[in-house]
T-cell receptor, first 114, second 111 residues
Framework: SAVISQKPSRDICQRGTSLTIQCQVDSQVTMMFWYRQQPGQSLTLIATANQGSEATYESGFVIDKFPISRPNLTFSTLTVSNMSPEDSSIYLC???????????FGDGTRLSIL | SQQGEEDPQALSIQEGENATMNCSYKTSINNLQWYRQNSGRGLVHLILIRSNEREKHSGRLRVTLDTSKKSSSLLITASRAADTASYFCATDRQGAQKLVFGQGTRLTINP
């Protein structure tokens, strides 16, 4: 399966700032996804990162708050903008190599906002 | 909204015992997947079971799927301390290219 590198692994940020999280895959993949996991909770899909076009956002998530880029089939970024303490979560990148394979996840980015 | 509901929310057993976790869902699916997460790290894929399959094995793991009841179970046999983790089911719904995760079961194996 694909090897996924996610950076940074953790960060502590000030309120009102923005942070960009990177997700790099060692092979070309069809689909890339971004999830949020709030403390003690399950995973919630933020958006599907589409190569060459705007990401597809889930209900409750907007591009202004979570801009996503996917310039090619092996790389994507998620920016968490204008952060507040409520954004403190683990953010995870996942990839799907083809429609009949499971999704595989990066190690996640643990984000704390002061 | 989360489609999957898992029970129990937390399970604590002795090493060597078997652990069973259940997952229910609401809509038709293409497949159901089970994942493990250690201490808030990334998820590790365990097993994918397709909608036309009823049972699947991988080592000490056994997954069943009952599409008529919209439910699945994950059995871990001969548990070990290293199995301590949170376990999530995720459904790949028909007509939607995305996973919906259950709330998870926090499993603790006591030595």
């Amino acid at each position: 399966s694909a090897v996924i590198s996610q950076k940074p692994s953790r960060d502590i940020c000030q309120r009102g700032t923005s942070l960009t999280i990177q997700c790099q895959v060692d092979s070309q993949v069809t689909m890339m996804f971004w999830y949020r996991q709030q403390p003690g909770q399950s995973l919630t899909l933020i958006a599907t990162a589409n190569q060459g076009s705007e990401a597809t956002y889930e209900s409750g998530f907007v591009i202004d708050k979570f801009p996503i880029s996917r310039p090619n089939l092996t790389f994507s970024t998620l920016t968490v903008s204008n952060m507040s303490p409520e954004d403190s979560s683990i953010y995870l990148c996942s990839v799907e190599e083809d429609r009949y394979q499971p999704q595989h996840f990066g190690d996640g980015t643990r984000l704390s906002i002061l | 909204s989360q489609q999957g509901e898992e029970d129990p929310q937390a399970l604590s057993i002795q090493e060597g015992e078997n652990a069973t976790m259940n997952c229910s869902y609401k809509t038709s699916i293409n497949n159901l997947q089970w994942y493990r997460q250690n201490s808030g790290r990334g998820l590790v894929h365990l097993i994918l079971i397709r909608s036309n399959e009823r049972e699947k094995h991988s080592g000490r793991l056994r997954v069943t799927l009952d599409t008529s009841k919209k439910s699945s179970s994950l059995l871990i046999t001969a548990s070990r301390a290293a199995d301590t983790a949170s376990y999530f089911c995720a459904t790949d719904r028909q007509g939607a290219q995305k996973l919906v995760f259950g709330q998870g079961t926090r499993l603790t194996i006591n030595p």
